[in-house]
């Protein structure tokens, strides 16, 4: 048992870390007005895209039979 007393440090130092993480991390820290994000969110979704941006499909994936074929080569020499 007294060889497990070197992880007391780093369990306590991690107890503490975890602690104040979720402190620092709770609700009510830096929140914006509801109506403010939502106004926020309208003109962002209402901008143009830029001019040099374009939406298209992603390309149409070849379907896999499963099977791996090698390409042929020449004849063999024999």
């Given amino acids: 048992m007294e060889i497990l007393l070197w992880l007391v440090p780093s369990v ?18 830096g929140e914006v007005d509801r109506d403010v994000a939502v106004e926020r969110l309208g003109r962002a979704l209402a901008k143009d895209l830029p ?18 074929v090698r390409p042929s080569h020449g004849p063999r020499a024999g």
Wanted: charged residues 20%; proline residues 8%; glycine residues 12%.
């Fill in 12 to 29: 306590a130092v991690t107890v503490l870390a975890m602690a104040w993480v979720s402190w620092a991390g709770r609700d009510g820290r």
């Fill in 51 to 68: 001019a040099g941006t374009r939406r298209t499909p992603p390309p149409a994936r070849d379907r896999s039979t499963g099977i791996a």
